[in-house]
Nanobody, 127 residues
Framework: QFQVVESGGGLVQPGGSLGLSCVVS????????IAWFRQAPGMEREGVAC???????MDYADSVKGRFTISRANGNTVHLQMNDLKPEDTALYSC?????????????????????WGQGTQVTVST
């Protein structure tokens, strides 16, 4: 298990932008994939975006493609830049990490079983 800490949530108007950050402790000796998930009240948790250990492969939910960008700042820090935000993006956003092996260092999948999670940060899109 790794320690995961998110930051950067808040209130933003529709059409606005917001950036989230995720810092994971203990990753330096392991290949890993890091992902952002979100869950709105009464809804199932949804995978939003993930980035590979190499930082070269990203995957996005269809609902955010073209608006959200995930990136690795270094081995243990991931950013999620959210542009053109919509009210339906309102949710608790959580960062999660999974250790990977071998060739999976160069890919990521939102349907993998991520096993270390942060507490989450609230994003509210409203006028």
């Amino acid at each position: 298990q790794f320690q995961v800490v998110e930051s950067g949530g808040g209130l933003v108007q529709p059409g606005g932008s917001l950036g989230l950050s995720c810092v994971v402790s203990g990753l330096s000796n392991f290949y890993n994939a890091i992902a952002w998930f979100r869950q709105a009240p009464g809804m199932e948790r949804e995978g939003v975006a993930c980035v590979s250990s190499s930082g070269t492969t990203m995957d996005y939910a269809d609902s955010v493609k073209g608006r959200f960008t995930i990136s690795r700042a270094n081995g243990n820090t991931v950013h999620l830049q959210m542009n053109d935000l919509k009210p339906e993006d309102t949710a608790l956003y959580s960062c999660a990490v999974v250790r990977v092996y071998g060739g999976n260092a160069y890919t990521c999948k939102l349907d993998w079983t991520y096993d270390s999670w942060g507490q989450g940060t609230q994003v509210t899109v409203s006028t």
